[in-house]
């Protein structure tokens, strides 16, 4: 008998910074959004974001859209036989 053939893709999408509702926010504010009826803090230190700037080759974080765009990747039959990978959603930020 031959080797077990699963046909299964395996991906992963790494992130980077990503603005968004929960990492917009300046964490000294002590801003807080509800999620299933339970106030989360959420924020980041604004020094951190000045430092991630300016490590960052892009010089930012990400949207959502970029970040949406990595996992589109793997969603289009174009990537079917890309498997075992890691994509980097960060800017090129090591």
Do not use: W
Request: overall charge positive.
């Amino acid at each position: 008998m031959g080797p077990l053939q699963c046909n299964v893709n395996v991906n992963c999408v790494a992130f980077g910074l990503i603005h968004t509702r929960m990492t917009s926010a300046d964490a000294k504010a002590g801003a807080t959004v509800q999620i299933d009826g339970r106030d989360i803090r959420v924020g980041l230190n604004p020094e951190m974001l000045k430092t991630h700037a300016q490590r960052n080759p892009l010089g930012r974080g990400g949207t959502p859209e970029e970040a949406a765009g990595g996992v589109y990747l793997f969603c289009s039959p174009k990537s079917n036989y890309i498997t075992g990978q890691t994509v980097a959603v960060a800017g090129n930020l090591q």
